[in-house]
């Protein structure tokens, strides 16, 4: 069965590095997302992307975070300057087209934890 | 501020009995509704989605909707001790996709 994968699962760095988050979607769909899910809370939107732009960003997602979809399978985001407050799982899902009734699937994250 | 509310629980069921959660949202342009399992430290697993009036089955799982009351539920039968997660609803806001979650439900079955 198709699932999305993520890179690292864990990733461990020092307040002010940059940091890159990997995705490989599921290979037939067009809609990505990153949401975040800081410990103990809800998991909440950063940003989704479709035809290779950013559609809609949340207030989180400031400059301090891009997206990019570097060829025909990765997914990517990258947090600049990063901040003890970026520590939480990020997580990547995908959605095939076909408009608003398709499900997100949702890859198993990978744990950021700022030092 | 556009919300979707649960109860953070948790809700303690016995073995085989049903297990009922509820979630409540405030966005009336929501369109479509989604029920996903989290157990501890894992991501969102899908269990089901509903976007129609009205109550939708699967398997053990029954979700339902009501516009009107800006509700939706998710019943659990036969509960077994592995549905021992964190349920959470989200509703999808808007066409590109986004996803508005609650802060789930914990739901413990007991032996």
């Known amino acids: 069965e198709p699932e999305v994968t993520q890179t690292p699962s864990h990733q461990v760095t020092q307040m002010g590095q940059e940091v890159i988050l990997r995705c490989v979607p599921i290979s037939n769909h067009l809609y990505f997302y990153w949401y975040r899910q800081i410990l103990g809370q809800k998991v909440e939107f950063l940003v989704s992307f479709y035809n290779n732009e950013i559609s809609e960003k949340s207030e989180i997602f400031d400059d301090q975070f891009s997206v990019e979809r570097p060829d025909g399978s990765n997914f990517t985001l990258k947090i600049r300057s990063t901040k003890l407050e970026d520590s939480a799982m990020y997580f990547c899902?995908?959605?095939?087209?076909?408009?608003?009734?398709?499900?997100?699937?949702f890859g198993p994250g990978t744990r950021l934890t700022v030092t | 501020q556009k919300e979707v509310e649960q109860n953070s629980g948790p809700l303690s069921v016995p073995e085989g009995a049903i297990a009922s959660l509820n979630c409540t949202y405030s966005d009336r342009g929501s369109q479509s509704f989604f029920w996903y399992r989290q157990y501890s430290g894992k991501s969102p697993e899908l269990i089901m989605f509903i976007y129609s009036n009205g109550d939708k089955e699967d398997g053990r799982f029954t979700a339902q909707l009501n516009k009107a009351s800006q509700y939706v539920s998710l019943l659990i039968r036969d509960s077994q001790p592995s549905d021992s997660a964190t349920y959470l609803c989200a509703a999808q806001t808007d066409s590109w996709g986004k996803l508005q979650f609650g802060a789930g439900t914990q739901v413990v079955v007991t032996p």
């Open positions: 899902a995908s959605k095939a087209p076909g408009g608003a009734t398709y499900e997100q699937y």
